[in-house]
């Protein structure tokens, strides 16, 4: 109802929720998957926001950062089940900021999110 924040510092991860997003007082929670994809599990699954939330995801300890992927090529996927997070059923656009090695999105729904080129080659 009156908005607030998350993050996993460790991940890279910050979660704003604006107020008004919820009809009424929910806990939520972000998880991230085990293994070098940058992934995140997000609950109560299936929770809807009358206005989005803004994600932020430091991207400097990924592979944007050592130059091994251009970070205008990134893209967020949407997958329903955390078992099969490269099945993608929804992509978001993302704005990333190169100076601060970041990037944003908003969900307006929660369940699983990915951040990804999908290229098996991002040349510059």
Do not use: C, K
């Not at 998350?6 to 998880?31: D, E, K, N």
């Amino acid at each position: 109802m009156l908005g607030g924040a998350l993050a996993i510092p460790g991940a890279g991860i910050s979660v704003i929720v604006p107020p008004l997003a919820l009809a009424r007082t929910t806990t939520i929670s972000v998880t991230a998957l085990a293994g070098s994809d940058v992934a995140y599990e997000f609950a109560p699954h299936g929770t809807r926001f009358n206005v989005p939330l803004l994600v932020t995801q430091n991207l400097a300890n990924t592979q944007v950062s050592a130059g091994l992927v251009n970070p205008l090529s990134l893209y967020v996927g949407y997958f329903p089940d955390s078992s099969n997070i490269t099945s993608v059923t929804e992509l978001l656009s993302v704005g990333v900021n190169a100076l601060n090695l970041s990037a944003t999105f908003t969900v307006w729904h929660f369940s699983g999110y990915i951040i990804a080129t999908g290229r098996s080659d991002d040349s510059y």
